[in-house]
């Protein structure tokens, strides 16, 4: 079966360690979203995966095999790159058939999973064009028909769909998950962009300079993010994280100024400075929950739905998002509160989050 | 290239021109003369003319004299590019395979006049020294000095060893102690003929002469004598001779000249064929043993032509001329020059340096204490033991050099036969004389 | 049609481009131009007399000619093969991590290259010499002692002898040509082949040569035009001999005109060698757009 594991996987360029030691589980069929800022290793992470990239130290086990040492032919996997890496002097037909030519497919056969591919994904009347000939999405498409016509145990994707417009972008989101369903393939997807994180995966790998920050579904990752970073990264607008402490009373003191009271979860507060976060879709107007969060206001964006605030606390950004149309204007001075159990809290120190 | 620094001068010409008109000072030197030559820096020659032209500026501060300078091959492509477009420096080397052409084309000067009414010029330059340079009673060049293109350099140490305690005295001697040297492991004869010019000159040359006579070049110019005639393909079958039985070293055709001279020099071979400009080399090698060891030779006698057996090629080759456009203060100063290129004083220095002057040197040089070897020559070219006839290319347009050239070393290597080496002389001669 | 705004008047745009017109006419056309004049008379004593075609007449039936031609079209031919793809192969190579100090290999490879022709020509004259060149002594101390040749001296090798010089020396050009044809392409395709499950010769064929096309054309017409100007080596090696053996196009025409003072035939040997050499690059590259690059990339 196709289940992917990597342990205490390592590797470093010369000097300097770029990935520092990753573990990663990965169940048959799973599609699992690797997200991080630029830099942070993440292609480098999924070439590993592909062959493309040696191993340092650690295991990467495709099924029961070890597959370190494996060319990358040898691993049955294929890979979508961010540019696409079409050959640009072979038509669509041709790239999408390539590697099945190359294990000696008869050629009937290939044309029709070529055929079969390029109707999933609308290219049939692309298939004698070159690469240069098509649009951004059509290349985008050819690209993933060159992986899907192998059949392989492991679809590798890196950005791919960083070069396209939003737009589109949005479309071939939907368009890559609904062919997970159908195909039921273990997909690795690489991704700097969150939210494409949050919509696609079953499982997100959140990495942090070549270290994983934390494991788990889109939802388990929004509603206790392990620590600050992730904290900040899934969300947006990312959540609020305000220094305080542990007041008097039982509520947390802000260092901005203002209160906010301690989560349900958090038994034992702790003695030291901790930080608050509060997504801004949690921030209530007036006293509708407790403590008091006195916001000067800089900026309100209503997009009709809703209305975006952005102001400051003290000297610290704060942004919040009310379902409520505001009469207040820029300059004036909003008060806000929270829910509890909305609130997350943090060890100012170790970065780590507070709970029981 | 020549044809450039000539522009220039035209350039300056009318710059200076212009520059006068602005009232700037006249020049204190009155005639400006160029003189064109290689033999500087590595040449042996190299000092006799450096003095030479010290002693001219000296006597003429009124001439402005510039050298222009360049080795031979750049000399040849410049001088050939320049005289194609109608221009020659105005005092230059003329060889002598193109003293016909130059003629022709009007571009040297006759300097009979002047030469043959100076008893010490052209008195006492020997008839024989400026035949190359002579078209229908009239010179137009002044030998640089005597050369004999064909001397056989032979190590009498490696000789006796053979059995031989003189120069072998027939061909069939000779041939028979090539195969001996062969047995012994010795180089019989060392070659060098990258070049191509070592085979056609200093070795083809005088077997020409041994079998067709004395007269071979004067036949070929009125016509009564070809390179198809029987003596000249017999000459080039001698020659294929020497090839068949070994005599030369197997790369023969990749080394130069100065390579077969170090070949000899070492001791790796019985013998060397060049002309007599390659004597100071083995004067100053500095192995004592080996120069007392060094006797020169002629190929010895052919078939039993015991009349040629003492001729041997020679001349000057190239010669000091000037160009025909020269007149009046400039053409004075040219012939002053001349002058000195052929004075007592130069032919001295060739002789100090061990090479041999085209004038006649009889009683002007009796003080000059020279190395025996050297000694021996000046007696044999002196007293008539060796009787010189003229070099065979620098007697012929200046094509038939490089075509005899490629043509024998295509013989050497089995690529043409006797006949169709003399066919392609043959052919060359009638398309450019 | 563009806005009447930024077009240049007509004489601005000759003004701009009247430099290039006198440089290239002053460099490339008059010598061109001058050197068919001169073609149409015959040399004689350093004079020119009119001739019209005689001289190609002349040429057309000259075996010399199209002997020395013939020692270019092997040096060409061999330097195809093994200059232009050994630095193929070598440049992929180097793309494909599977080399070691590429950067040094490189430079290494390349230096010959900035060497004057006549430093490398002795520096093979030693590698030749019969009695003491490496060559023959290696071949000695191998025990292949029975291979030994006359490499400069016998007439049926010596243009194979030669082309080694010239392959070894230029061998850094086509590397370098290659390496940044190399740079230009997507390296994400060579992954993709790889992850296609491609090996290293199926990359190279399939994937790499084809997107080198361009790159192909360009030095297979470095390697001819220069095939045709080659002189230097062999003029230093082996003065063109033994004979005519090793001579080719180039020294004849230099031997016709300065050697044998007949510029006209020189000059029409050179106005050959340019015809022949503008054919044979057209044709390359007329057949690599035709059968090779197509209109896909
Ligand atoms: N071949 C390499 N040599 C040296 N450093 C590299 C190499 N490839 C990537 N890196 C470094 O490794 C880090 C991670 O790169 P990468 O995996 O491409 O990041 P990401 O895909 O997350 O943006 C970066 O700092 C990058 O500079
Ligand atoms: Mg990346």
């Known amino acids: ?356 | 290239m020549y044809v450039i620094p000539d522009f220039g001068r035209r350039l300056l010409g009318s710059a200076m021109v212009l520059g006068a008109l602005a009232g700037a000072p006249a020049s204190a030197q009155d005639v400006e003369l160029t003189f064109a030559h290689f033999l500087a820096n590595k040449s042996t020659e190299a000092p006799n003319v450096a003095d030479a032209i010290a002693r001219f500026r000296e006597k003429h501060p009124e001439v402005e004299l510039k050298e222009q300078i360049s080795g031979t091959d750049e000399y040849l492509t410049q001088f050939n590019v320049g005289a194609a477009s109608g221009e020659v420096p105005d005092v230059f080397m003329m060889n002598g395979s193109d003293t016909t052409a130059l003629v022709a084309a009007g571009l040297v000067g006759a300097i009979t006049p002047e030469f043959t009414a100076d008893p010490d010029w052209g008195g006492r330059t020997p008839d024989g020294m400026t035949f190359e340079f002579s078209r229908d009673g009239e010179v137009y060049g002044v030998p640089y000095g005597q050369i004999i293109t064909h001397v056989i350099y032979w190590n009498k140490d490696i000789f006796a060893e053979a059995g031989y305690d003189s120069f072998p005295a027939t061909w069939e001697d000779f041939i028979g102690a090539i195969e001996t040297f062969k047995e012994m492991g010795k180089t019989p004869i060392s070659l060098g003929n990258k070049g191509r010019w070592v085979v056609v000159d200093p070795l083809f040359g005088t077997l020409v002469a041994r079998e067709c006579g004395p007269d071979f070049v004067p036949q070929v110019h009125s016509g009564e004598a070809n390179f198809t005639d029987e003596c000249h393909v017999a000459a080039i079958e001698d020659f294929k001779q020497l090839v068949d039985v070994g005599a030369f070293n197997e790369d023969a055709n990749s080394l130069d000249n100065k390579q077969q001279r170090d070949a000899y020099l070492n001791g790796d071979a019985a013998m060397f064929v060049e002309g007599s400009w390659a004597l100071p080399g083995i004067l100053d090698s500095g192995n004592q043993s080996l120069i007392d060891a060094t006797g020169i030779a002629l190929w010895p006698s052919i078939k039993g032509k015991d009349e040629n057996a003492s001729l041997v090629t020679g001349g000057a080759g190239w010669s000091y001329a000037l160009a025909a456009r020269l007149e009046g203060a400039e053409r004075e100063a040219a012939i002053e020059l001349l002058k000195e290129l052929s004075a007592v004083d130069y032919s001295r220095s060739r002789m100090e340096i061990g090479l041999l002057p085209a004038q006649n040197m009889a009683g002007v040089a009796d003080d000059i204490e020279v190395q025996p070897l050297f000694a021996e020559f000046v007696s044999n070219v002196g007293d008539g033991t060796w009787q010189v006839v003229p070099i065979i290319p620098t007697n012929m347009p200046r094509s038939l050099l490089d075509v005899s050239g490629e043509a024998l070393q295509d013989l050497m290597v089995g690529n043409k036969t006797p006949q169709e080496v003399a066919e392609a002389m043959q052919e060359d001669y009638d398309r450019s004389k | 049609m563009a806005p009447r705004a930024f077009q240049p008047s007509t004489i601005a745009i000759w003004l701009f481009l009247l430099p290039g017109i006198v440089v290239y006419g002053g460099v490339v056309l008059t010598p061109l131009i001058g050197g068919f004049y001169y073609s149409l008379f015959e040399t004689k004593n350093f004079q020119f007399h009119w001739a019209g075609l005689a001289n190609y007449v002349r040429l057309w039936g000259d075996g010399d000619f199209w002997f020395t031609l013939r020692n270019n079209f092997i040096i060409i031919l061999l330097s195809v093969i093994f200059q232009v793809t050994t630095a193929f192969i070598i440049a992929v190579l180097m793309n494909s991590r599977l080399v070691i100090a590429p950067k040094f290999l490189r430079t290494a490879i390349f230096f010959p290259v900035i060497l004057s022709p006549v430093v490398t020509s002795f520096v093979w004259i030693l590698v030749f010499d019969i009695n003491s060149g490496l060559l023959n002594n290696t071949l000695e101390a191998i025990g292949l002692g029975g291979l030994q040749q006359k490499w400069l001296d016998d007439p049926k090798i010596v243009i194979y002898s030669v082309t080694v010089a010239l392959v070894w020396q230029y061998i850094g050009l086509f590397l370098v040509i290659f390496l940044s044809g190399l740079s230009a392409i997507n390296q994400e395709t060579i992954e993709a082949a790889e992850v296609d499950g491609a090996s290293t010769f199926q990359k190279t064929i399939y994937v790499i040569f084809p997107q080198l096309a361009s790159t192909w054309s360009v030095a297979i017409v470095l390697a001819i035009s220069g095939g045709l100007k080659i002189f230097e080596h062999i003029f230093v090696m082996t003065g063109g001999g033994p004979g005519l053996s090793s001579t080719v196009v180039a020294q004849y025409a230099y031997s016709q005109s300065f050697l044998r003072a007949n510029f006209s035939y020189g000059n029409t040997i050179a106005i050959a060698i340019v015809v022949l050499s503008l054919t044979l690059v057209s044709l390359t590259i007329w057949a690599f757009n035709r059968f090779v690059v197509k209109d896909r990339i």
């Open chain 1, 1 to 356: 079966m196709a289940q992917l594991q990597l342990s205490e996987v390592r590797k470093s360029f010369g000097a300097v360690d770029v990935i520092k030691g990753v573990d990663i589980d990965v169940r048959d069929g799973e599609f699992v979203v690797l997200v991080g800022p630029s830099g942070c290793g993440k292609s480098t992470l999924l070439r590993m995966i592909a062959g493309l990239e040696t191993v340092t130290s650690g295991s990467i086990r495709i099924g029961e095999r070890e597959v370190k040492n494996l060319r990358a032919k040898e691993r049955d996997i294929a890979m979508v790159f961010q540019s696409y890496a079409l050959y640009p002097h072979m038509t669509v037909a041709r790239n999408m058939g390539f590697a099945l030519k190359l294990q000696g497919i008869p050629k009937d056969e290939i044309a029709k999973r070529v055929n079969d591919a390029a109707a999933i994904l609308n290219l049939t009347d692309y298939l004698e064009r070159y690469p240069k000939q098509l649009s951004g999405g059509q290349r985008q498409r050819v690209a993933m028909g060159r992986a899907i016509v192998r059949n392989p145990r492991v679809f590798l994707f890196d950005e791919p769909l960083s070069n396209l417009d939003a737009k589109l972008r949005v479309q071939m989101r939907a368009e890559i998950k609904q062919l997970h369903q159908r195909l039921g393939n273990t997909i690795i997807y690489v991704t700097h962009d969150q939210i494409e994180a949050m919509t696609m995966a079953d499982k997100i790998v959140i990495l942090s300079g070549g270290a994983v920050e934390q494991v788990g579904s889109p939802l388990e990752l929004y509603d206790r993010p392990r620590n600050t970073f992730v904290a900040g990264f899934i969300g947006s607008p990312a959540m609020n994280l305000l220094e305080g402490r542990i007041g008097a009373g039982g509520m947390i003191e802000l260092a901005g100024g203002g209160t906010l009271p301690l989560p349900v979860d958090v038994a034992s507060p702790p003695k030291g400075g901790v930080i608050v976060g509060i997504r801004p879709e949690h921030m209530l107007l007036g006293g509708a929950g407790q403590g008091d969060l006195p916001l000067r206001i800089d900026v309100l964006e209503p997009t009709g739905s809703e209305t975006h605030v952005m102001g400051k606390a003290g000297s610290v950004e704060v942004v919040a998002v009310v379902r409520d149309r505001l009469s207040e204007r820029p300059g004036e001075t909003l008060h806000l509160s929270v829910d509890p159990k909305h609130v997350h809290l943090f060890d100012a120190a170790s970065g780590l989050r507070i709970a029981e």
